[in-house]
């Protein structure tokens, strides 16, 4: 049985200029060469299993393999460590066939016990590498402990999953960064300083990790597909985006990301740069913490939607490379709801809003600000200075926080905000990876939580269970069609933005492709130079 997930996601990928040397075709590509890629902040982990974000999830896209993976510039799946598998006819049994001959990067064998450790380790909370706490973020936020049911080793290339009920989601679950396979054997070496000490099967290696502001990866010579073209990759956290963009055009990096809006015109005409460009698949958004009073009343959250004015605020921060947002997923996905009409600028109607839900002379909150630039944000204390001004007009006087990236993370996550900034890029291409972890309620009882909301709608729930075991396209479409229009009755969140992804690199990096998702890979680029 082949269960089918369609969506219609558009990449995009620009040059600047048309050059013959742009042509992969025309070439045949180089071994060698190191490329700098510099971005935003540095990794907060290097264990998948720990991972929530993407300045932790692509370098160790890099590292590590997953069963299976999204295609390379589709939204569909290919295998990866699995050659193949099959699915029983009730959809509830899959079993995977591993590739043979894979080791890690510390020699040792990848194997079904391997693929048993990784998984085990997050579910059973008497597995010697359990973490207790507030660990395993992803694995209880996209409850796979509700989807998984047993796993089973049938041999040492073969492995089982028996699923609870029929998901339509489960593949792409399993092509994640939390569950790519580790290495046991690393994992009893280092024990809790395996984050710092990354083991997998990936196709670069880990070197050092001595600074904050310095990843070094090598390329894996007995990769299962076929050794990288570049002999080193290495990820500078670079917090300044102009200082970034400088080291580019001096040709210090080879790529970057999140280039100031202000400055584009410095890459477009330089013919050194050239520039890839893809429509995000992200939101940017305003959280109302609704475990916190006044946010649990719905004039009060109707009120703040109003009071902001999205345009302005999109048109300041994000340019040309912003989309005002009106749902909680971005327009390629399935189930995005066009008949939906954003709630307009109206500061009179959030003043009498206010004074309905007792607050005629507004309140006092605060709002808490992203510390560093993301795909989905390029410039997070500008924009909370805008919010807080248009707060201001209608009464609401915000105080502004925030914190260094890790912390700002904790906090959010423990709902210490009254109003967050906060934002998703697509870990998969589907609907569900943005309402289930961000909109629904069993989340929002976790701490940490990705639900910073705390938004606890029954009938959104009940669409969102709905959506994960229908595998009809054109019904799961019309599930999240409606789930959007749930959304933008009960306003969780003010939505402020999806943006468009922009990297500029060298002109002679070669064969950077794009995914549907966060993803960054550097297993076929190279360098023409």
């Known amino acids: 049985m082949t269960i089918r997930i369609l969506m219609a996601v558009c990449l995009l990928v620009v040059s600047c200029r048309k050059k013959s040397s742009d042509s992969v075709t025309e070439l045949k590509p180089k071994i060698g060469g190191t490329l700098i890629y510099a971005k935003n902040g540095p990794p907060v982990t ?38 193949t598998w099959d699915i029983s006819s009730d959809a509830k049994t899959y079993t995977f066939h591993l590739r043979n001959d894979v080791k890690f990067h510390d020699g040792s064998p990848f194997n079904a016990e391997a693929v048993l450790f990784t998984f085990n380790r997050q579910r059973n909370a008497s597995h010697a590498f359990y973490q207790k706490g507030d660990k395993f973020e992803y694995w209880k936020n996209f409850s796979m402990g509700d989807v998984i049911k047993d796993i089973r080793a049938v041999n040492d290339s073969t492995v089982q999953f028996e699923l609870r009920e029929a998901n339509s989601t489960f593949l792409y679950l399993i092509s994640m960064d939390f569950l790519a396979i580790v290495s046991p054997a690393a994992m009893q070496k280092y024990g809790p300083d395996f984050e710092k000490n990354p083991v997998g099967t ?164 605060t709002l808490w600000q992203l510390p560093i630039a993301r795909e989905y944000m390029p410039d997070g204390a500008k924009a909370a200075l805008l919010i807080q001004a248009d707060l201001e007009l209608v009464g609401i006087t915000c105080e502004i926080k925030t914190a260094e990236w890790r912390e700002y993370l904790e906090h959010m996550y423990r709902g210490d905000h009254d109003l967050g900034m906060m934002g998703w890029v697509a870990d998969i291409p589907d609907p569900d990876n943005f309402f289930f972890p961000l909109l629904d309620k069993t989340v929002a009882d976790q701490v940490p939580s990705n639900n910073i909301a705390f938004y606890r709608g029954e009938e959104m729930h009940q669409l969102l269970m709905k959506g994960k075991i229908v595998a009809d396209a054109f019904s799961r479409a019309q599930i999240y069609k409606d789930a959007c229009r749930i959304f933008n009755r009960d306003l969780p969140w003010f939505t402020i933005a999806h943006s468009q992804v922009v990297i500029p690199m060298q002109s002679f990096v070669m064969n950077f492709q794009p995914y549907g998702s966060y993803a960054r890979k550097f297993h076929q680029v190279w360098l023409n130079n």
């Open 46 to 83: 290097l264990d998948p299993a720990l991972t929530a974000e993407t300045e932790s999830t692509i370098p160790c896209d890099n590292i590590f393999d997953a069963l299976v993976q999204v295609k390379l510039g589709t939204t569909g799946l290919a295998p990866a460590l699995a050659k």
């Open 202 to 365: 990936g196709a670069f290696r880990f070197v050092s990790w001595s600074t904050p502001d310095e990843l070094v990866l090598e390329a894996n010579l007995d990769y299962w597909d076929g050794r990288p073209y570049l002999d080193k990759l290495i990820f500078k956290a670079i917090g300044k985006s102009d200082l970034r963009l400088n080291k580019l055009l001096s040709g210090e990096y080879q790529m970057i990301e999140s280039p100031p809006k202000e400055r584009m015109a410095d890459l477009t005409s330089n013919e050194n740069i050239k520039l890839f460009k893809q429509p995000g698949v992200n939101i940017a958004y305003l959280a109302m913490n609704m475990n916190k009073k006044p946010f649990q009343d719905i004039r009060v959250r109707q009120a703040i939607t109003y009071a902001i004015n999205r345009d302005k605020l999109v048109k300041e921060v994000y340019g040309e490379f912003g989309r005002s947002a009106k749902n909680p997923i971005p327009p390629m996905l399935m189930g995005y709801n066009d008949e939906i009409r954003p709630t307009p600028y109206d500061p009179a109607q959030s003043k009498k809003l206010l004074a309905d839900a007792g607050f005629p002379k507004g309140f006092k909150t």
